[in-house]
């Protein structure tokens, strides 16, 4: 079993910047891929930055340049950083932890919510 708890979220102006945390504990040395995904009011949930347990990282095209997955894993935290947010980034921001199994498992935080203002 793997937690994750998100917080950092909030209301920003546009063009402001928030980092996003994940705690992970549990059996967080099965994880293979943590993520970020993200849901806006009436749309389904979409991925938006991963990064694998060697360091890889990779993001959607809409937020490719703004964005920046990090993992801390003295700390068992992964961020992220937001900046240059603009109002259509509003949404619930959800990590995402997938371990090695085969099948893989996966498992989700609570959310945390992102407000941005135009």
């Known amino acids: 079993q793997v937690q994750l708890v998100e917080s950092g979220g909030g209301l920003v102006q546009a063009g402001g910047s928030l980092r996003l945390s994940c705690a992970a504990s549990?059996?967080?040395?099965?994880?293979?891929?943590f993520g970020w995904y993200h849901q806006a009011p009436g749309k389904q949930r979409e991925w938006v930055a991963i990064i694998t347990s060697g360091g890889t990282t990779n993001y959607v095209d809409a937020v490719r340049g703004r964005f920046t997955i990090s993992r801390d894993t003295a700390k068992n935290t992964v961020y992220l950083q937001m900046n240059s947010l603009k109002p259509e980034d509003t949404a619930v921001y959800y990590c995402?932890?997938?371990?090695?199994?085969?099948?893989?498992?996966?498992?989700w935080g609570q959310g945390t919510q992102v407000t941005v203002s135009s």
């Open positions: 995402n932890a997938q371990t090695r199994h085969v099948p893989s498992r996966t498992y």
């Open positions: 549990g059996n967080t040395f099965s994880v293979n891929v």
